[in-house]
């Protein structure tokens, strides 16, 4: 067996051990989950065997991972089953479904959005952007950060919980299409005025820049 399939091997187990805890009860909702180091040394495994697992329940909905404070148990009922549902959809089922999902709730977000949400998002932009020519991994990160926190400000909680469901697929299609295509610093662009026209009250603008975005 190579490397690479003993450490998915290895990350398989960490997810299966880390769905157990949980639904024996292990967390509570809302906690705040053991850190990084004393999960490897619990399951005798690599830290970044236990931040790849963690990246992935994340991206299913069942843990947050909060930058800078830690990871928290989200939700006692395993969404598992759905996100399996949603990875057989294919790149323009998921095309269709953030058309669906994000461009309405950026036209709310643009009538709803507080100051202090959007310094959050301008935050994560910076961020974003520190990555945005380097690793694919690390971008798509802070990228899902800051698409989750565009959501956020439509201040619709099913649109949230929606989208932090679906968020596996949007970083697949974010995954694909910078393994695939040269970086483009004009698409990157499109997140920042998407913000501005957000900040100017301007849901129509802002709506027609994330349909650009989505199809570019």
Not at 140 to 150: A, E, G, M, T
Request: charged share 25%; proline share 3%.
């Amino acid at each position: 067996m190579n490397n690479g399939l003993v450490r998915r091997s290895l990350v398989a187990q960490a997810i299966e051990q880390i769905r157990q805890r949980i639904g024996a009860g292990g967390w509570s909702v809302g906690e705040r989950l053991p850190t990084e180091v004393e999960l490897a040394l619990e399951f005798g495994i690599s830290r970044n065997t236990v931040r790849e697992a963690m990246r992935v329940l994340a991206y299913s909905g069942l843990v947050e991972i909060r930058q800078g404070d830690g990871t928290y148990l989200r939700t006692g009922i395993d969404p598992l089953p759905a996100v399996q549902a949603m990875s057989r959809s294919t790149m323009e089922h998921a095309r269709e479904t953030r058309h669906i999902l994000e461009v309405e709730a950026i036209g709310l977000a643009a009538l709803r959005c507080t100051p202090e949400e959007l310094e959050g998002l301008r935050q994560a932009l910076a961020d974003s952007a520190a990555h945005f020519h380097g690793d694919v991994q690390a971008y798509v990160d802070c990228d899902l950060i800051f698409h989750q926190r565009l959501v956020d400000a439509a201040h619709n909680p099913a649109l949230s919980e929606l989208y932090r469901y679906f968020s596996g697929m949007v970083a697949s299609m974010l995954q694909h299409n910078m393994d695939n295509a040269p970086r483009c610093q004009a698409v990157f662009d499109l997140h920042g005025q998407i913000l501005d026209a957000i900040e100017q009250r301007d849901p129509e603008q802002a709506k027609r820049l994330v349909r650009a975005l989505i199809e570019s």
